[in-house]
């Protein structure tokens, strides 16, 4: 093998070595961001940490100045006293005597002394060893430097001579208290801080534990045992009670949802099922006798075209359905007197309702707000349903009035009725009792777009009816405030 090739290798080896680490270093990040990103407890220890961090700075802080102030303020207060007193020597010139007569009163105080020039060459000093001076700097305030509190001050006689005094006081007790007391706020605190991370942690997990065991719960429902598993709620209180009952209620809507849905494609396979069945049936005996027997023939055309007609009714029932589940449905609103849309219904009945008598009740003149042609077919699923379930010489008695903040349009018959069983269920999609199939070979989706049409108007159908006494359907719309006047 070539040199040329193993330094190749040897350099490619180093690049893979020299990747390896930034991406694991990055690959640790994303895992530490994507925890605390989707982990609740991570984001509340966080938060507390930094609520936390943010309020042991503050009294870190606080005590440090806190106990700078008690401790070295009494000493600065003794600095600026006898400040004061060595310049009240030097107003008028400067006495050596005068000042010597101070020491002992300095030495009481613990406190050194010395007057210098403006060249700080030193003129008075009550200092057993003058090199003991740490600065010679003007300050504005005392200064803690190396366990000793000191002050330079500079200072002019009455004759213009300039002068720096300068005192000192060893503060080596005060100080270690001072220095004892700022060990034990940043140990104390800090620790804290990490005391109550773990805390946060522990605690966390054990405040969020019920909502783990709901997240396990429902990660477990299924389709299948939808209508088994409910979240229970006994040992529960407060918010976590409120939120087992929010998903106990949306777990009972799915399972409605599921359930409505089954019985959707089932009934919609049954009523497909039917007509396909006989356009099959009929262009069979088409294909073999139709062409030869115009009866047969005849016969055939007509029925595929009922059946035709029938399946379109369905498609176009169930179409209008998805498009208000879908909320795609527009109302297109305009003034109209509603009388006059139920009476322009009786006149196209009395052509499609056999034997029936129609008859009339109260018929008030008054508008409506509403989209026409959605009322007038609801109104007509409202009819031909009376028509459907009452005798050839049954009757059917139509009425129109307003009370209070309502129109109502009422569709009474003596028909077969409906019983307390089937009345709860009369507005399901393809749900009819089993006198109705009996009796008429309806889709069973009318009362269910009836429904909708009444909710996308905010209206009610209101139903009562006993079986063997006819039935009374009552539309209640609400009117408008001008229409209410009207």
């Known amino acids: 093998m070539s040199a040329v090739n193993i330094n190749n290798k040897k350099q490619k080896k180093a690049a893979e070595i020299l990747l390896f680490v930034p991406k694991k270093i990055a690959l640790f990040f994303k895992k530490i961001f994507a925890w605390f990103n989707y982990n609740i407890t991570a984001k509340m220890t966080f938060i507390n940490a930094a609520v936390f961090a943010a309020f042991g700075v503050a009294l870190i802080l606080t005590i440090s100045y806190l106990t700078e102030q008690s401790v070295l303020s009494p000493h600065k207060s003794d600095l600026m006293r006898f400040y004061i007193s060595v310049a009240n020597v030097l107003k008028t010139d400067f006495d050596k005597d005068q000042l010597d007569s101070k020491i002992i009163e300095l030495e009481t105080a613990r406190i050194q002394a010395a007057v210098l020039d403006a060249d700080d060459n030193i003129l008075w000093s009550s200092f057993s060893d003058p090199k003991t001076i740490i600065d010679t700097q003007v300050l504005d305030a005392p200064l803690l430097r190396d366990q000793t509190i000191y002050f330079v001050g500079q200072f002019q006689s009455r004759n213009n001579q300039s002068y720096k005094i300068y005192l000192s006081r060893k503060i080596a007790d005060d100080y270690k208290l001072l220095v004892k007391i700022k060990t034990a706020a940043y140990i104390i605190v800090p620790l804290s801080l990490i005391l109550q991370l773990f805390i946060g942690v522990l605690s966390g997990g054990i405040l969020l534990s019920p909502i783990r065991k709901i997240t396990n719960l429902t990660r477990k429902i299924t389709r299948e045992n939808l209508s088994t598993t409910r979240l229970d709620e006994r040992a529960a209180s407060g918010e976590l009670k409120e939120l087992i009952q929010v998903l106990n209620a949306m777990l009972d809507n799915l399972q409605e949802s599921f359930e409505a849905q089954e019985r959707f494609v089932s009934d919609a396979s049954h009523e497909l099922k039917t007509p ?180 996308a108007h905010n209206a009610e159908i209101l139903i009562s009816s006993e079986p063997g006494q006819g039935t009374i359907v009552n539309l209640k719309m609400p009117l408008t405030a001008d229409q209410i006047i009207n």
């Not at 007609?309 to 498009?323: D, G, P, T, V, Y």
């Not at 589940?325 to 527009?330: F, I």
């Open 276 to 455: 396909i069945a006989v356009l099959q049936g009929y262009s069979d005996i088409l294909k073999r006798w139709g062409k030869q027997d115009p009866a047969v023939l005849e016969e055939s055309v007509e029925a595929i075209y009922k059946e035709t007609q029938h399946m379109k009714n369905l498609i176009e029932m169930l179409l209008f359905l998805a498009r208000t589940n879908n909320k795609t449905l527009n109302l297109r609103i305009e003034n109209f007197f509603l009388n006059d849309l139920l009476e322009e219904i009786i006149k196209d009945t009395q052509h499609t309702c056999g034997n029936r008598k129609l008859s009339t009740g109260k018929m008030m003149a008054f508008t409506v707000d509403a989209d026409r042609e959605l009322i007038k077919q609801l109104i007509r699923i409202i009819v031909d349903n009376a028509i459907k379930y009452t005798a050839d010489d049954g009757e059917i008695k139509f009425s129109c009035y307003k009370e209070d903040d309502y129109a109502f349009i009422v569709v009474q018959d003596n028909g077969i009725g409906i019983s307390k069983e089937d009345l709860s269920h009369v507005f399901e999609r393809f749900y009819r009792a089993d006198k109705a199939r009996a009796r008429s070979a309806g889709t069973g989706l009318g009362l269910s777009i009836a429904k909708k049409i009444a909710d």
